[in-house]
């Protein structure tokens, strides 16, 4: 009854109601693109395709792009390459100094680097569009397939493919602007999302036929599946609370502050980076091998062309720590909080302000980042325990790793701006007590 009651008052703000109609409006825009068949490709011929990216890592690529990719849409490439290009973007602000000094400019240093992160965009779609089109060449061919391309068909396919991710792109910036936020986010969520009926489906259908178990199996599944899914709420959402005493001061006659706050220090300040970076790292062997080259039938490659495989997962997990370690230490910036709090007359209690102060942070987030990596290494290899234990391939994806992290994180963003909407109109919002956290934390 609770719910219903919110639902009615989530629709009777005006400003609310219309920014979730263009929201849902522009999903479906991009969800019917996903089914545009490129020009000069008959649909009878992608079976050779959606086989190509039925497992491996290829399924991960057709899950980003909610099935664009294995069905050759105009929208295939996705919106991976932009989120390439920010990774990039990001990356050199950490390293160049004049990357740096664009991130300090606030607005004007933003707009100059978005629209870096666009010209690098373009530039890794006209590198992927052609790569793209010669493997939907040589899978169509193998199947049996007559599609071919010529000099002219890949330079205009690669142009609407290009065009087509960057219309994805501009739509996620119109659910930011007009919608309800996280546009970019948000459009992946749906792509995953969209994968996730026919998996379902196919996993009850085998536990009642092939699989064993039978229905019992499958109800011990979704009650594991709801506790991943607890377990990510909890890893996005942990924090720990560092306490800070702000100074009495005198402004003007009157005397302000002595009030106790505190620092919320992110278990998983990274989010799901690591991850991010971690599988491009892992895609290496692969793409060094090459489809369907001698080098592919190597032993090292075949290890690390298995998500299932134990020495793919064993890097894999060491690999989120490090990037784990490595992301929170060029993003979380101790020394600058120890200066805001200087600035602001504020200090944590016992222990002197300035370097002490940046230490003492550092040590805690050292100690609290190792936990929080470990977890998230955990979460990320989830997908192999349970092909291990049986589970069908599309349906173990939703078991952990990003798309398991995306869904949480972009859902309680979603939340949380739901329910700020509701408490600005006086509404009762979507929890009986306390508030919806997000992502985003606030910190000095």
Request: proline share 3%; aromatic share 12%; charged share 15%.
């Amino acid at each position: 009854m609770r719910f219903v009651d919110t639902i009615k008052n989530i629709w009777k703000i005006e400003d609310l109601r219309k920014r979730i109609t263009i929201t849902i409006a522009l999903v479906l825009v991009y969800r019917f693109g996903c089914y545009v068949v490129l020009p000069g490709i008959s649909p009878a011929e992608l079976d050779a395709l959606r086989n190509f990216t039925s497992g491996g890592l290829m399924q991960l690529l057709d899950m980003f792009s909610g099935g664009a990719f294995s069905q050759a849409s105009i929208f295939a490439l996705g919106i991976m390459p932009y989120i390439t290009a920010s990774i990039v973007i990001q990356l050199l602000g950490m390293v160049l100094p004049s990357f740096q000094k664009m991130q300090r400019e606030g607005e004007s240093g933003r707009t100059k680097l978005n629209q870096y992160t666009r010209y690098l965009t373009v530039f890794i779609l006209l590198l992927q569009g052609p790569a793209y089109l010669m493997n939907l060449q040589y899978q169509v061919h193998a199947a049996g397939g007559v599609s071919s391309f010529g000099y002219w068909s890949i330079l205009y396919l690669t142009v609407i493919l290009a065009a087509g991710s960057m219309f994805i792109m501009w739509l996620g910036e119109k659910i930011t602007d007009k919608g309800i936020g996280n546009g970019i986010s948000f459009i992946i969520l749906v792509g995953i999302i969209a994968r996730f009926p026919g998996a379902f489906i196919e996993e009850f259908t085998n536990r009642l036929t092939t699989a064993q178990g039978g229905l019992v199996m499958f109800l011990v599944e979704i009650i594991l599946l709801f506790a991943v899914i607890a377990g990510a709420v909890l890893l996005v959402q942990g924090t720990r609370k560092v306490p800070v005493q702000y100074a009495k001061r005198i402004v003007g006659n009157k005397q302000v502050g002595g009030v106790r706050q505190y620092i919320p220090l992110k278990v998983n300040a990274a989010n799901v980076m690591p991850i991010i970076f971690a599988q491009a790292i892992m895609f290496i062997p692969i793409t060094l091998a090459g489809f369907g080259s001698a080098g592919q039938n190597s032993s090292f490659v075949r290890a690390f062309s298995d998500m299932s495989g134990f020495w793919y997962n064993l890097v894999y997990f060491f690999l989120i720590i490090a990037f784990t370690y490595f992301y929170t230490a060029v993003t979380v910036r101790p020394t600058d909080m120890a200066d805001g709090l200087k600035r602001n007359n504020g200090f944590i209690p016992g222990v002197k302000p300035g370097t002490k102060t940046a230490d003492y942070l550092d040590s805690i987030m050292s100690r609290i980042t190792l936990p929080g990596s470990i977890f998230l290494g955990i979460v990320a290899i989830l997908p192999a325990f349970a092909r291990i234990c049986g589970v069908s391939q599309n349906f173990a994806q939703f078991f952990g790793g990003t798309s398991l992290l995306i869904i949480v994180g972009v859902v309680l963003d979603t939340l949380a701006q739901v329910e700020s909407h509701l408490s600005m109109h006086h509404y009762d919002g979507l929890m009986k007590s306390g508030k919806i956290k997000g992502r985003t934390t606030g910190a000095y």
